[in-house]
C-alpha cells in the first residue's frame, strides 16, 4: 500500500470520487465543494462535467481568478491512496459573508465513509493549516456540528480552542440551521 497524498483535485479520480459519493448517501459531503458544481447545475455523474468542477476547484485557489459572486477563492486538496479518492479539505481564504462568518469558517473537511478512523482528517486538518501559514493568515475558523465529535475531537487534537456553541435558537431564523454549531479558532 502507497502512502496517503494530498493533492490539488483530478479528474483522474472520477471513478473513486462517485465511489465515495455512494457512501455519503446524499449527505452533505464537508470540505469538497459540491455546493460549486451546483451553483452551474453540473452532473458530477457525467466526465465533463467533473473535470470542469475540478478545474474550477483549482483555479479558484488563485486569488488572479475570480470567483463566481458569492464564492471565495479557496485552496481544496483531495486526499488520495492507491488511486482512491478518500476525503477533501478546503480552506477559503476570507469570510466575505454572514454565513461564512458565523457558521461556515475558513476550513472545511470530509472524510469519506469507509475511510473513516484513520486519522485522515486530523492529517488533512494539519496540511491545509500549513497552507494558511504560508499565506500569512494569523488565525482560522472551524466549525461543526455540536453532535460531530469527531470533527470536534479533530479541531481540538489540531490546535483549536471553542469559542461557543451557537443554540439552533440564534442560528435557525439567519441560516435554517437545525443543529447547534460549534466555533473554534486555530491560531497559526
Excluded at 28 to 37: I, K, W, Y
Aim: glycine letters at 8%; charged letters at 25%.
Amino acid at each position: 500500500m502507497t502512502s496517503l497524498r494530498l493533492l490539488p483535485p483530478s479528474a483522474h479520480l472520477h471513478e473513486s470520487w462517485l465511489r465515495n459519493t455512494e457512501e455519503w448517501d446524499g449527505a452533505d459531503q464537508q470540505g469538497a465543494s459540491v455546493f460549486l458544481a451546483d451553483k452551474y447545475g453540473w452532473d458530477l455523474k457525467s466526465p465533463k462535467d467533473f473535470s470542469r468542477w475540478v478545474r474550477l476547484l483549482n483555479d479558484l485557489a488563485d486569488t488572479q481568478h475570480q470567483p463566481p459572486t458569492g464564492f471565495v477563492n479557496q485552496c481544496t486538496l483531495w486526499l488520495e491512496r492507491d488511486e482512491e479518492y478518500l476525503g477533501a479539505v478546503s480552506l477559503r481564504y476570507a469570510l466575505i459573508n454572514d454565513f461564512l462568518q458565523v457558521v461556515g469558517g475558513h476550513i472545511g473537511y470530509g472524510i469519506r465513509p469507509s475511510a473513516r478512523g484513520e486519522g485522515l482528517a486530523a492529517q488533512a486538518l494539519k496540511a491545509i493549516l500549513e497552507v494558511a501559514r504560508t499565506r500569512g493568515m494569523r488565525q482560522v475558523l472551524l466549525t461543526c456540528d455540536d453532535s460531530n465529535i469527531g470533527s470536534a475531537k479533530t479541531i481540538v487534537a489540531c490546535g483549536g480552542r471553542l469559542e461557543r456553541i451557537l443554540p439552533v435558537e440564534e442560528l435557525a431564523a439567519q441560516f435554517g440551521s437545525v443543529a447547534p454549531v460549534r466555533r473554534y479558532w486555530i491560531d497559526l
